[in-house]
């Protein structure tokens, strides 16, 4: 799903909940974003935290942030400390292949829901997530 579509989807129990997923490695989002939307899930794709901002202020509505934490712009510890700032916050996973760095975001984001070092295999990353969702629902 392209971020300039304005979806409003309603809040469900994983699968069929909205992902979106802020990677900056094309190959790597374009594969996570395939297996997420095998498993069920909507997807809505951002390159790096600015236009992950930018999907948000549009209105769209995600249940669950999946985001890289080394990203130009806007990184994504500072996307979630903004996303914890909206009215409606999602849940956020972050991910980084960097040890100190997931370390670092583990400390300045209280509020995140899973932190998962990289290289992921996609069934922790999926079992990550859909413990975030159910979280969330509770």
């Not at 849940?91 to 997931?102: D, E, F, K």
């Not at 670092?104 to 209280?110: L, V």
Request: aromatic share 4%.
């Amino acid at each position: 799903m392209c971020p300039a579509e304005d979806r409003d989807v309603e809040t469900q129990a994983e699968p069929g909940s909205t992902i979106l997923l802020v990677e900056d490695e094309a190959l790597l989002r374009m594969s996570t974003a395939e297996h997420l939307r095998e498993a069920g899930f909507l997807v809505v794709e951002a390159a790096n935290g600015a236009e992950a901002r930018a999907v948000i202020e549009a209105g769209v509505t995600v249940d669950l942030v999946f985001s890289d934490i080394n990203m130009p712009l806007v990184d994504g510890v500072a996307l979630a400390k903004w996303l914890s700032a909206q009215e409606h916050v999602p849940s956020i996973v972050l991910t980084s292949g960097v040890p100190m760095v997931l370390a670092q975001a583990r400390a300045a984001c209280p509020g995140v829901q899973a932190f998962l070092p990289k290289p992921y295999p996609y069934g922790e990353m999926e079992e990550k997530i859909r413990a975030a969702l159910a979280k969330r629902d509770v």
